[in-house]
């Protein structure tokens, strides 16, 4: 009788906004995969639902209800939502709110529903279609460590970042439902998620545990895939998954893993990505890839697998596609690679697992600030 009375002073029109206790919704929003015309909101309810997003524009005679409808049926009576809004246009300004409506009981001729609750309305603007510039704030290698992420966004230009990219590693393996919320996901919602996007690269350590394979139920796969590209104006983003470390064939692996096939899908994709037109006229050109491509010296250990790998398929690739600058991680320490006309004509910067790095990119080319949790500063210019 209590708890009803508090839910009532919640009461907002038809529905309940959302409550600590009870029916609610415990993660997110959080923005993926933002582009000029669409962007996917994820987040989950505290029970099982139907769940929808409500959205308003400038210039619409109505609100707009999105859901995610797959052969026909609109998806309900789950807990995670990846919903994406469409029909969007470039550079505006929309409005959104969440709502959702509880499925007590889900009979083959009778749905029993619970309560309806709403999220607070939150905001998000389109990607422009002519931009001068772009920054980006990059983590990496959190390893679970909400807090470090919250410092390091702390130190970071998170306020002028156009969104904010986690290069991989930000788990250290997932086994439960709340890995990837307790250690990133949820600070990120907090911080800026509702309202800006971050991109999620997929280091190694993700795809561990037994529910690694679920990660794609976190993280937007824009086209179904955790490789891709992304353009900002005039910079284009590559993300390459560069998959594990030591052999597929290593015992760890359980006989399981094929990313070395992987590897090479990854590689043919690009080669014919960085054919296309919107590549080739695109100023300012950035690879992101967990683990990087080349060490400045040699790992003949079995962690050492992959770089070689990555080495020998992508180089070549990124030295014909003109490549202006590869970031990474994975390493726990700070390295340049530098440019070498008989390797790699690109820089490559990895970035260690205590600092934050702010990307700016634009007419006057592309600058790297690295910041450690300690405030001090590195700035590299390309
Ligand atoms: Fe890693």
């Known amino acids: 009788m209590l708890k009803r009375l508090i839910l009532s002073l919640f009461f907002a029109g038809n529905v309940l906004l959302s409550v600590a206790d009870g029916f609610r919704f415990n993660h997110g929003p959080y923005l993926q995969n933002l582009s000029s ?58 409005r959104y709110r969440l709502i959702a409506k509880e499925m007590k009981q889900f009979h083959p001729y009778k749905i029993i529903y619970g309560d309806s ?47 904010v990219i986690y290069l991989g590693d930000m788990t250290s393996h997932i086994d439960n439902v709340d890995v ?41 796969r824009p086209n179904g895939r955790f490789f891709n590209i992304f353009y900002y104006g005039e910079t284009a983003i590559i993300v390459l998954d560069t998959g594990e470390d030591k052999p597929d064939t290593h015992p760890v692996y359980g006989g399981i893993n094929r990313f070395d096939d992987y590897r090479r899908e990854q590689a043919r994709w690009l080669e014919q990505e960085v ?11 950035i690879v992101l890839m967990h683990i990087p491509p080349i060490l400045p010296r040699e790992d003949n250990s079995p962690e050492g697998h992959a770089i ?17 600058l590869v970031l990474s991680g994975h390493m726990h320490r700070h390295y340049v690679v530098n440019a070498h006309p008989d390797a790699n004509h690109f820089p490559i910067v990895i970035n260690d697992n205590k600092s934050v790095v702010d990307l700016k990119s634009g007419k006057e080319g592309i600058k790297v600030k690295i910041t450690n949790e300690n405030g001090s500063t590195n700035d590299i210019i390309f």
């Open 308 to 324: 070689k790998e990555l080495s020998k398929l992508f180089v070549p690739i990124f030295n014909k596609a003109k490549i202006d």
């Open 180 to 220: 990837p919320y307790k250690g990133f996901i949820d600070v990120s919602v907090d911080m800026f998620a509702r309202n800006k996007p971050f991109i999620a690269v997929r280091g190694n350590h993700e795809t561990r545990g037994n529910m690694g394979r679920s990660y794609g139920n976190y993280v937007a």
């Open 37 to 94: 015309n669409e962007v996917t909101l994820f987040f989950t309810t505290s029970s099982r639902a139907f769940s929808w997003v409500e959205v308003k524009g400038d210039g619409w005679e109505k609100t707009r209800c999105f859901y995610t409808v797959n052969d026909g049926l609109v998806q309900a009576y789950n807990t995670q939502n990846e919903i994406k809004i469409t029909g969007l246009e470039p550079g505006r300004e929309y």
């Open 117 to 163: 609750i709403a999220s607070q309305w939150e905001s998000f603007t389109t990607v422009p279609e002519k931009m001068d510039s772009c920054s980006f704030v990059i983590i990496n290698d959190g390893h679970d460590d909400a807090r470090k992420v919250a410092r390091l966004l702390g130190c970071s230009q998170l306020e002028k970042a156009d969104a």
């Open 275 to 285: 054919k296309s037109k919107r590549f080739r006229k695109t100023r300012n050109r």
